[in-house]
């Protein structure tokens, strides 16, 4: 890692539970078997999982998850990029206005942010920007960290965040005033620095196992080995971004999360059985550094109500 000052060792705290920092359980496809998916997860030692949130409706099924999981779901509420194309600007200002109104639910807002792909409509790129302001703006006003979907937007997404900055910093935020997550970072290290530089956590998904596996992905290989572990976080972003058959690619779940530890591990070039815990470990006091950083603490018992 690119932290000299902070080696990869085990604090005996006797935390050692898996987190995957990024999911979507709530999502329609897969929502009648969350109970499943989760079950296989603790299973499997996750002992924390972040929902993001795309649009309301999603919002009100982590809501309904929650009441049956407490100790285990971290909530976000926010409107999703892709969404974004979905509704009229005056519907875009309602589902604002829902948001501003309901987030005071979840532990978090997003995930939010800009997707300039190909594949997206770039007449409405000028109505992500503002759906994504004024997220931001609503994470300040009720204090909740901000989780980042980029996708061929990240010098935009910095400029915009830069933008908003205000002069308010405390322990454990960003100039922000709030913390940030970027999840599935794809940028490159130039970029990354930006980010780090805002004070942002990096989630890491399933491309890591391709890029331990030597299917491509060098760019988020070097982004991860680049990454300081202080700021370092894994997810599995299930249902979608599975790694196995690429026939099969959207088959995902909370519980392979581990293979993403076990491909940073491989690509940092640490060993498996001592370096799974201490970085589990390491990551799990990552997650409760972004969501109590405001008093958005998560409970951490890894339980199930």
């Not at 960290?145 to 910095?158: G, R």
């Amino acid at each position: 890692m690119s932290d000299p000052e902070a080696p990869l060792t085990i604090s005996h705290s006797g935390d050692s539970g898996l987190t995957d920092s990024h999911c979507h359980l709530s999502d329609e496809r897969v929502f009648a078997e969350a109970d499943a998916l989760i079950a296989r997860a603790m299973n499997a030692g996750v002992t924390r999982i972040a929902l993001a949130g795309v649009e309301p409706a999603e919002w009100t099924r982590q809501l309904e998850l929650k009441a049956r999981y407490s100790d285990l779901l971290t909530l976000n509420f926010g409107l999703h990029p892709w969404w974004v194309e979905k509704y009229s600007r005056a519907e875009l200002d309602s589902i604002l206005h829902e948001l501003d109104t309901r987030v005071a639910h979840a532990q978090g807002v997003g995930e939010t942010g800009l997707d300039f792909h190909s594949k997206r409509n770039a007449s409405r790129f000028d109505d992500q920007r503002e759906a994504f302001r004024q997220q931001i703006r609503i994470a300040k006003k009720h204090s909740k960290p901000l989780v980042l979907h980029v996708v061929q937007a990240h010098e935009e997404c910095v400029k915009i965040l830069k933008e908003e900055c205000s002069s308010a910093k405390s322990m454990g935020a960003s100039d922000l005033g709030i913390p940030i997550l970027v999840h599935s970072y794809s940028g490159n290290v130039t970029q990354l620095q930006e980010y780090l530089r805002l004070g942002a956590f990096i989630s890491y998904s399933g491309t890591l196992v391709r890029a331990a596996q030597g299917d491509g992905h060098e760019k988020t290989a070097k982004a991860l080995l680049n990454t300081p572990i202080q700021r370092l976080l894994f997810e599995t972003d299930a249902p979608d971004q599975g790694w196995g058959d690429p026939e099969n690619s959207d088959e995902n779940e909370p519980a392979r999360v581990r293979e993403v530890y076990e491909a940073a591990l491989k690509i940092m070039e640490l060993p498996l059985q001592s370096g799974l815990p201490a970085l589990a470990e390491v990551v799990g006091k990552n997650f409760r550094r972004l969501f109590g950083a405001l008093g958005n603490v998560p409970n951490d018992h890894g339980s199930a109500r």
